[in-house]
């Protein structure tokens, strides 16, 4: 294998895949419509996170830029025809956006991934699918989980995940919202075509994801949100009260895992994997608000009530991948928030 599409090659996931690729010697093609179009909480307005990551990547040799939807058929086909493997990192990604507009949502996500799974199924070149999934399939369904309170988070009190979810986790019978459904439906799309054998596919049900080059806001990005209003002295919003619990992987380490996943020999179709940081790599929105704290840099809240679709507690039982694929999340979140800090404090400098 020697090349790479990656759809939504722009996106902060995206682009760190495109970047890891290319310096492992791989020809990249990021494919991104540059939708996203919010603004970067910088004195430079002119930005937006999707052209940050667009300017970034053209100074990375061996990545092409195309800009185009994933809705375009013909132009996923003829892409996807001389890729040796995609990375399906494209998406809507904010529950607040799908509720606004489920129809664009479902047609982004779900006929999005299907455009992407005929047009690896027709190729020639037969190349595997990494498909970008994401905890919220799972739906409702893990608030049904009993958690104990404690002073700063809460927790799972059902023993039986205290190693996180599992990929068998239930789907059913919950409510999901319009984007957990949307994923869902390419998530299963990707699980079915990898099970009848017509495309090798993974699918990667992302926690939270976070990391340099991230512009996170309310809706998505949560960690890179409260660390940047913080540094810039901007408020935030806490919705709910704060004491919800994600496990965070540093986006590096994700890509690490799509690439283990894409040098297994054969590789394998329809494996789910949960993936982030795990039991060990974990934070609540008030321990990062006191880690803040410390550093003198905590930020102003306002607080809201709970927002429909969200998670008091949600831990990736990464065992799987573990053993699968011999990877591992390493980076601790006190470590990834300071390089955080570090890369965000050198970029408002120049």
């Keep these: 294998m020697d090349r790479?599409?990656?759809?939504?090659?722009?996106?902060?996931?995206?682009?760190?895949?495109?970047?890891?690729?290319?310096?492992?010697?791989w020809k990249v093609v990021a494919l991104?419509?540059?939708?996203?179009?919010?603004?970067?909480?910088?004195?430079?307005?002119r930005l937006s996170t999707v052209r940050y990551n667009w300017r970034y990547l053209e100074g990375i040799s061996g990545v092409k830029l195309v800009r185009g939807d994933i809705r375009n058929s013909p132009l996923v086909s003829r892409l996807v025809?001389?890729?040796d493997a995609v990375i399906h990192t494209a998406a809507q990604v904010a529950v607040t956006s799908s509720l606004e507009d489920p129809r664009l949502d479902f047609e982004v996500n779900a006929l999005g991934t299907l455009n992407v799974l005929e047009a690896a199924r027709k190729s020639n070149r037969k190349p595997p699918v990494v498909y970008c999934s994401t905890n919220k399939v799972y739906g409702d369904n893990v608030n049904r989980i009993r958690v104990s309170r404690r002073k700063s988070r809460y927790e799972f009190a059902d023993t039986r995940y205290r190693r996180g979810i599992p990929e068998v986790f239930p789907i059913d019978l919950?409510?999901?919202?319009?984007?957990?459904?949307?994923?869902?439906?390419?998530?299963?799309?990707?699980?079915?075509?990898?099970?009848?054998?017509?495309?090798?596919t993974g699918i990667f049900r992302m926690s939270c994801i976070y990391g340099t080059r991230q512009f996170g806001n309310e809706d998505q990005g949560w960690v890179a949100h409260f660390l940047l209003s913080g540094l810039r002295k901007k408020p935030v919003t806490v919705y709910g009260d704060g004491l919800q619990v994600r496990d965070l992987l540093w986006a590096p380490e994700l890509v690490e895992a799509y690439e283990?996943?894409?040098?297994?020999?054969?590789?394998?179709?329809?494996?789910?994997?949960?993936?982030?940081?795990?039991?060990?790599?974990?934070?609540?929105?008030?321990?990062?608000m006191a880690w803040q704290e410390e550093q003198g840099m905590r930020p102003?809240?306002?607080?809201?009530?709970?927002?429909?679709?969200?998670?008091?507690?949600?831990?990736?039982?990464v065992r799987k991948a573990s053993e699968m694929l011999g990877w591992?999340?390493?980076t601790g979140p006190e470590s990834g928030f300071a390089q955080f800090i570090r890369w965000a404090e050198d970029e408002a400098r120049t």
Excluded: M
Aim: a positive charge.
């Design 174 to 200: 919950s409510e999901h919202t319009p984007y957990g459904c949307s994923k869902l439906a390419g998530d299963l799309y990707c699980q079915d075509y990898g099970r009848r054998g017509v495309v090798r």
């Design 260 to 288: 283990r996943f894409l040098g297994r020999s054969p590789v394998p179709g329809g494996e789910v994997f949960n993936v982030g940081g795990g039991p060990q790599h974990t934070s609540s929105l008030c321990e990062l």
């Design 81 to 83: 025809k001389d890729a």
């Design 4 to 25: 790479l599409l990656v759809t939504g090659g722009a996106g902060f996931v995206g682009s760190h895949v495109a970047e890891h690729f290319a310096n492992r010697g």
């Design 328 to 330: 591992r999340p390493r």
């Design 300 to 317: 102003k809240a306002a607080w809201e009530d709970w927002r429909p679709g969200d998670q008091k507690v949600y831990i990736s039982d």
């Design 32 to 45: 991104d419509n540059l939708s996203r179009a919010q603004t970067l909480p910088t004195a430079d307005k």
